[in-house]
């Protein structure tokens, strides 16, 4: 695991405690979440997403960096336009943490259910 403290994502597939609290902070809001499913499906302008939400562009350019900051998105200038794209190896990383902690569960429950069914003497 890469230390504690480090700015943005590693390059390795574990991510450091700071990468993981980055990412559930940014998965945090609908909006961000929203943001993300958008550039899934295609890279589009800060402008072209900022048009579906009620809030000011400034706020959307906000939730943006955030998702960027967690290395979920990424921005890139074309012209006087950002254009901002989902990162598929970052969201594949995030996945990989989510069944880790999915696997911890199930092994919990395995052991619990054993422990239920043994017959009491």
Do not use: C, N
Request: avoid cysteine; glycine fraction near 4%; proline fraction near 2%.
């Amino acid at each position: 695991m890469v230390a504690r403290g480090d700015s943005r994502p590693s390059e390795r597939s574990e991510l450091s405690d700071d990468d993981i609290d980055r990412l559930f902070h940014a998965l945090a809001t609908a909006t961000r979440r929203d943001i993300l499913r958008r550039t899934i499906e295609r890279e589009q302008s800060v402008s072209a997403l900022a048009v579906d939400y009620d809030m000011s562009f400034a706020a959307v350019q906000k939730h943006v960096g955030v998702l960027e900051t967690a290395g979920l998105i990424v921005k890139r200038a074309e012209g006087r336009e950002r254009l901002v794209r989902a990162d598929p190896a970052m969201i594949a990383r995030a996945r990989a943490l989510l069944s880790r902690y999915e696997e911890l569960w199930r092994a919990r429950i395995d052991r619990l259910d054993a422990l239920l069914a043994e017959p009491e003497d």
